[in-house]
């Protein structure tokens, strides 16, 4: 007890609270809690391993990294943000939480996150289900072969892949291509109908990014700079992405 | 599109049948980025495409809606049993809106809001949202029903031409 007592009042190590303080303007309002309980009474994720948002933020402020670290809870909370929505002093917690998966060892963090993350850094689809470049556009292609000759009043259905200068550049989760290719047709339709001018791309056509909840940084930009590479060397002005 | 008359599409085929829809917001979409606005072109293509009286909001709702619980890496994080506890309180919101139905527009509630239907044994669907404008239209293929229940499985299916010999 007596150590702890001096860890808190001491100077502490840096722990993942002062980190964000730093990197939030005005420290993000970490200090102004009113311990109300508004953030957690509207927390799906609250009780789950005897967790809430509120005493998050209090253990955090009481330099309680790793007891907060010793449960899963980190990974338990989807970033949601409706904490900040009806905190009165608009305390960003879940960038707390974020930081706090960050101080994990990478190899460390949720396997299945990892592997998905790992996965998608492998090919320039960003797939993190490893579908390649030539896998996702003969899907597609073959896919919209068979609708326009099967169904009525489709013969001129188009799923444009690498189409130079389309305005939108749209993003498709790995789930449908992968697994279930023929949930992909009802949106084509109604861009067709909307004549909207649309295209995927081979590169960067994956919507997921596992890399951000993983909290891996550097793998999270590599991934995004991708996408957004594939957007403007296919000279797209609009990028869509309903993830 | 549906606003400047592109896609034609109306809840005609919902008349008669009375099949409840309700509508998630996804905390990406709605929350986190666009906020209430975009909350309400949601809707206002919901109510176009299945029928006012047929459109029951979950409550809280908007920006105020709870998380399903896919988001966040939770899908993929291999805790299942916490993902589902989370989830409760978006399945019961859900049940309590009577709906057979639920329309998520973003692809981790869809896949969330589906297993929590299944794992608490909710008995509605979880479909996204082009699957029901293309139904409304008549224009959803027999290959792209795999979300739909017995009730609309077979409904409005467009003509297919006859396989060549
Ligand atoms: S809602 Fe805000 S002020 Fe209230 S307990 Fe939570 S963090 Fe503190
Ligand atoms: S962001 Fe995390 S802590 Fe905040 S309400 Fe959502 S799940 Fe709870």
Redo the contacts with the bound molecule.
């Keep these: 007890m007596a150590e702890e007592a001096i860890k808190i009042s001491g100077k502490k190590k840096s722990s993942f609270i002062d980190q964000v303080k730093k990197l939030l303007p005005e420290g993000g309002n970490l200090n102004l809690?009113?311990?109300?309980?508004?953030?957690?009474s509207g927390c799906p994720a609250t009780g789950l391993e005897g967790m809430d948002?509120?005493k998050f933020?209090r253990m955090a402020a009481l330099g309680m990294d790793e007891e907060i670290l010793k449960s899963d809870w980190v990974w338990m909370c989807t970033m949601c943000q409706r904490?900040i929505y009806?905190?009165?002093?608009k305390?960003d917690?879940p960038q707390l939480i974020f930081n706090a998966r960050r101080t994990k060892p990478r190899d460390e963090r949720p396997k299945g996150i990892l592997g998905s993350c790992n996965m998608a850094l492998k090919h320039d689809t960003c797939s993190a289900m490893g579908a390649s470049e030539e896998d996702f556009q003969f899907v597609v292609e073959d896919v919209a072969e068979e609708v326009r000759n099967t169904q009525v009043g489709w013969e001129e259905l188009q799923a444009p892949v690498n189409k130079q200068g389309a305005m939108y550049f749209l993003n498709q989760n790995s789930r449908e291509p992968v697994t279930e290719p023929d949930e992909m047709v009802p949106l084509w339709k109604i861009l067709h109908l909307g004549g909207a001018d649309w295209t995927y791309g081979t590169k960067g056509w994956a919507a997921e990014n596992y890399c951000m909840f993983m909290a891996d940084d550097e793998s999270w930009k590599h991934i995004v700079e991708v996408k957004a590479k594939a957007v403007d060397d296919l000279g797209c002005k609009y990028w869509l992405n309903t993830e | 599109m549906i606003r400047d008359g592109r896609l034609k599409v109306n809840s005609d085929w919902n008349k008669d049948l009375k099949v409840k829809f309700t509508v998630q917001d996804p905390c990406q979409l709605v929350r986190k980025s666009l906020g209430d606005p975009v909350a309400e072109d949601l809707r206002f293509v919901v109510r176009t495409v299945v029928g006012e009286e047929n459109f029951v909001d979950m409550t809280p709702n908007r920006s105020n809606n709870y998380c399903c619980g896919g988001g966040g890496g939770f899908l993929q994080s291999g805790m299942p049993e916490a993902r589902r506890a989370y989830g409760k309180l978006k399945f019961d919101q859900i049940m309590a809106t009577g709906a057979t139905y639920a329309i998520t527009p973003c692809h981790n509630c869809h896949a969330q809001v589906h297993d929590l239907s299944e794992h608490y044994d909710g008995g509605y669907h979880t479909v996204h949202l082009w699957t029901i404008i293309c139904l409304a239209m008549g224009i959803l293929g027999p290959n792209e029903r795999t979300y739909l229940g017995p009730d609309l499985a077979e409904l409005l299916i467009p003509e297919i031409k006859e396989a060549d010999e």
């Design positions: 809690c009113l311990t109300c309980g508004a953030c957690s948002p509120r933020l904490c009806v905190c009165p002093m305390i917690i």
